[in-house]
């Protein structure tokens, strides 16, 4: 999984897989899922991420836990 923030955008995205997306379904508040050729799920776009907490100029944290992991 990559993240990626734009600050010019104000744009949030998360690739899960490297997939082309083939379909876009905007959800109401301003996300974006994006799904590939099987129909999972390839990327998630989070608009105005700053106006809603999720990221803040030149700041992105990530905390990944694996499962069973304590």
């Known amino acids: 999984?990559?993240?990626r923030y734009d600050p010019e955008a104000d744009v949030?995205?998360?690739v899960l897989r490297d997939s082309?997306?083939?379909d876009a379904i905007e959800e109401p508040g301003?996300?974006?899922v994006?799904?590939?050729e099987d129909g999972e799920p390839v990327s998630v776009e989070f608009?105005?991420?700053s106006?809603?907490?999720l990221a803040q100029?030149?700041?992105v944290s990530v905390t990944l836990q694996t499962q069973g992991a304590q």
């Open 30 to 32: 301003g996300v974006i």
């Open 12 to 14: 949030l995205l998360l």
């Open 57 to 59: 100029m030149g700041e």
């Open 1 to 3: 999984m990559r993240i």
């Open 34 to 36: 994006s799904y590939g």
């Open 51 to 53: 106006v809603r907490g």
């Open 20 to 22: 082309p997306p083939v």
């Open 47 to 49: 608009l105005n991420a």
